[in-house]
């Protein structure tokens, strides 16, 4: 298969997955669990998500396999028979394809073997991307890279809650392949040619004092106040957005924001590949950057993890040099 269809294949796999994370979503509003700490429910959601999308590439295209966040392991104790069947509901699929599906993602390229031709080409998947957003009826996203040769060749990136001008109802899907741009699709949809949708591209500001800023909501996963010190720096003079998840790639991806800031709150903490593939695919895609703090590109050959990378830098492109060097100054 080649990259078109199989980002074909991620598109609707990726849509099939966020109307799932959309009806557990609304379920808990209406029962009123939203914000109340009960982990439960977004729970299911990783799970029926990662089994919906493994689920359907394993249809389309059964050769690849998936670098996925989740694992069947907790599923599969007796204790936990309630969370699976729950989660075998949303997911639309009996209880033992559900957990054959979401262990199709647990493919380890770091400790395949040296011929093993399955590190060629696979998927790298996070489920549910800012499960702290989902909690709150806030953004997360669906994100689904496509890795080939250790760089990150194509992506599929849905934001269900992510507003989008010209369009009533929030959510959308961005979808790229390496060298064919970046387009945008509704989430509801069935033509899913990665090339039908409408072509997204970043901003072009390189004033650094109107440069708009987004980074994560949470203060454990970015370093709030070294990048409240570096906008101060660029001569910005409204602090940066905060918004959970990938979603702020997209933001930047379709030029509502200028620049992501994703600053280490401590040394050794180290990114996940699925956390950046879809995103940094998307963005590249529309024109933008994306480096480590340092200034490095990021290096997705290491396996599940970034490991030679710190932190991460994504901006429309023109800004990106200034940026890092005020995130260079700010970390000191
Ligand atoms: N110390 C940390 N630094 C950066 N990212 C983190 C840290 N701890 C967890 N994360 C990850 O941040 C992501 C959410 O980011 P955001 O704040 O942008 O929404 C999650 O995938 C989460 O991983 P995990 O799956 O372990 O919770
Ligand atoms: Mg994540
Ligand atoms: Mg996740
Ligand atoms: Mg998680």
């Excluded at 979503?25 to 998500?49: C, H, I, M, R, Y």
């Excluded at 969370?83 to 957990?99: D, F, Q, S, T, Y």
Aim: charged residues 25%; glycine residues 12%; aromatic residues 4%.
């Amino acid at each position: 298969m080649n990259r078109d269809e199989l980002i074909e294949a991620g598109l609707e796999a990726v849509r099939a997955a966020c109307k799932v994370c959309v009806r557990v979503q609304a379920d808990l509003v209406n029962a009123g669990t939203l914000e109340k700490g009960d982990k439960s429910p977004v729970t299911v959601a990783d799970f029926a998500s990662q089994a919906v999308v493994c689920g359907i590439l394993a249809e389309r295209c059964p050769d690849l396999v998936v670098v996925g966040e989740e694992g069947s392991e907790e599923l599969r104790t007796g204790e936990h028979r309630d969370l699976l069947g729950r989660v075998a509901v949303h997911a639309g699929m009996p209880a033992e394809e559900a957990i054959e599906a979401i262990d199709r993602g647990s493919f380890d390229p770091a400790t395949a073997g040296d011929d093993d031709p399955r590190k060629d080409r696979y998927w790298a998947l996070d489920p549910i991307d800012g499960t702290k957003g989902f909690l709150r009826g806030e953004q997360y996203a669906v994100a689904l890279g496509l890795i080939e040769g250790g760089e990150v060749v194509g992506g599929v990136l849905g934001c269900p809650n992510l507003a989008v001008d010209g369009q009533d109802e929030p959510g959308v899907v961005l979808v790229a392949v390496k060298g064919a741009g970046a387009y945008r699709h509704p989430v509801e949809g069935t033509d899913h040619d990665p090339h039908h949708g409408r072509k997204i591209a970043v901003s072009e500001r390189s004033v650094p004092g109107v440069l708009r800023v987004c980074e994560s909501v949470e203060s454990g996963h970015t370093k709030q106040d070294a990048a409240a010190e570096v906008v101060r720096m660029l001569g910005v003079t409204a602090d940066p957005v905060r918004m959970d998840s990938q979603a702020k790639y997209a933001a930047v991806a379709m030029g509502v924001a200028d620049a992501y800031l994703r600053l280490p709150t401590r040394p050794g903490y180290v990114e996940r590949i699925w956390d950046h593939a879809a995103g940094v695919a998307v963005l590249e895609e529309a024109g933008g950057t994306v480096t480590d703090v340092d200034g490095r590109r990021l290096d997705f050959s290491k396996g599940r993890g970034l490991d030679n990378n710190r932190g991460v830098i994504a901006t429309n492109g023109p800004c990106h040099a200034e940026v890092v060097a005020a995130v260079g100054r700010a970390l000191g």
